[in-house]
């Protein structure tokens, strides 16, 4: 079994203070086995140059992945209320219910702006 994160993509690419936003992370099943145990993706969000505790979401994968296959999810974001550059990390498998082969590709980064214009 190997889940991998694929792509980490935000609408609007650049979100502006106070107004909402999506973050869609795409998983694919990239073993040989079919994934058919649900798993959960988890999704932070942190400002980059602060050690403030970071925000996390938690959604699961309830469908059948067959090798190949893939399955996003979207995040909705309320706000954030600060300006400036901010670190998004996904993790596929966040609980380690499945028996992973390749643990190397369960996360990915993006760094996300939020400016005031």
């Given at each position: 079994?190997d889940?991998?994160?694929?792509?980490?993509?935000?609408?609007?690419?650049?979100?502006?203070?106070?107004?909402?936003?999506?973050?869609?992370?795409?998983v694919?099943?990239?073993?040989?086995?079919?994934?058919?145990?649900?798993?959960?993706?988890?999704?932070?969000?942190s400002?980059?140059?602060?050690?403030?505790?970071?925000?996390e979401?938690?959604?699961?994968?309830?469908?059948?992945?067959?090798?190949?296959?893939?399955?996003?999810?979207s995040?909705?974001?309320?706000?954030?209320?600060?300006?400036?550059?901010f670190?998004?990390?996904?993790?596929?498998?966040?609980?380690?219910?499945?028996?992973?082969?390749?643990?190397?590709?369960?996360?990915?980064?993006?760094?996300?702006?939020i400016?005031?214009?």
């Amino acid at each position: 079994i190997d889940v991998g994160v694929k792509s980490i993509d935000v609408n609007p690419p650049s979100p502006l203070i106070g107004a909402p936003f999506e973050v869609t992370v795409t998983v694919a099943n990239e073993g040989k086995t079919t994934i058919s145990t649900p798993f959960y993706v988890k999704l932070e969000i942190s400002p980059v140059d602060q050690n403030s505790k970071p925000t996390e979401l938690n959604a699961v994968i309830g469908k059948v992945l067959a090798p190949g296959d893939e399955a996003s999810l979207s995040f909705k974001i309320a706000m954030i209320a600060n300006e400036g550059a901010f670190k998004i990390i996904a993790t596929a498998d966040s609980t380690a219910k499945l028996d992973d082969d390749n643990a190397a590709n369960n996360q990915r980064s993006k760094t996300l702006i939020i400016t005031s214009q």
